[in-house]
């Protein structure tokens, strides 16, 4: 089991920018970040895998870039103007059992390492 913690969450006006992280206690082929707002189911938002490849959900390609600092053992969500429906509460992820970049950001049900959440408020 990984351990992940996140920070980096806060509130913040519209066109504005936040950066989220992830530290890691171990190692997994790929990781991303979730969301979830009220009401509403949990979504991926971008996820990268070792090779660094990455994907994203449309609404945030363009603005939203997932990082990977191996050094530093460290994932990063670099998100820029912001707007209101991306407020929610969002989620480290990591899991090595997905093959596909695309199914491990869009069918998170199987994924095993969860960090606590962090929230994103844009107003």
């Known amino acids: 089991h990984v351990q992940l913690v996140e920070s980096g969450g806060g509130s913040v006006q519209a066109g504005g920018s936040l950066r989220l992280s992830c530290a890691p206690s171990g190692y997994t082929s790929y990781m991303g970040w979730f969301r979830q707002a009220p009401g509403k189911e949990r979504e991926g938002v971008a996820a990268?895998?070792?090779?660094?490849?990455?994907d994203y959900v449309d609404s945030v390609k363009g603005r939203f870039t997932i990082s990977n600092d191996n050094a530093k053992h460290i994932l990063y969500l670099q998100m820029n103007s912001l707007k209101v429906e991306d407020t929610g509460l969002y989620y480290c992820?990591?899991?090595?059992?997905?093959?596909?970049?695309?199914?491990?950001?869009?069918?998170?049900?199987?994924?095993?390492?969860w960090g606590q959440g962090t929230q994103v408020t844009v107003s």
């Open positions: 990268i895998d070792n090779d660094g490849t990455t």
């Open positions: 992820a990591g899991d090595s059992l997905y093959d596909d970049i695309r199914y491990f950001l869009v069918a998170p049900g199987k994924i095993e390492n």
